[in-house]
């Protein structure tokens, strides 16, 4: 199987995320993040679950390593 450009994208994705996971608190954030879109998905609440996905999109932006960009942009 080829690589394609966005591959060192995706490593370096999975490696912020990793890093990002191994902050005091942040596996229960993000847990709790999840299950309210979870819930909100469950309920049928469109609106809900896109507000809640937001403010953890939001939240995950705001961690320190993920503060990078790939390399030609």
Sequence with gaps: MR???TQPRIVKAA???NESLRQPGRPAQSLEQH???ADAVR???PE???RAMH???DNVGK???LDWRPEGE
Excluded: M, P
Aim: aromatic letters at 0%; hydrophobic letters at 45%; charged letters at 20%.
């Design 63 to 65: 961690v320190k390593l």
């Design 15 to 17: 490696e912020s995320r």
């Design 35 to 37: 299950q309210l879109v």
């Design 55 to 57: 403010t953890h999109v």
């Design 48 to 50: 809900d679950a896109a």
């Design 43 to 45: 309920a049928g609440s």
């Design 3 to 5: 690589g394609t450009a």
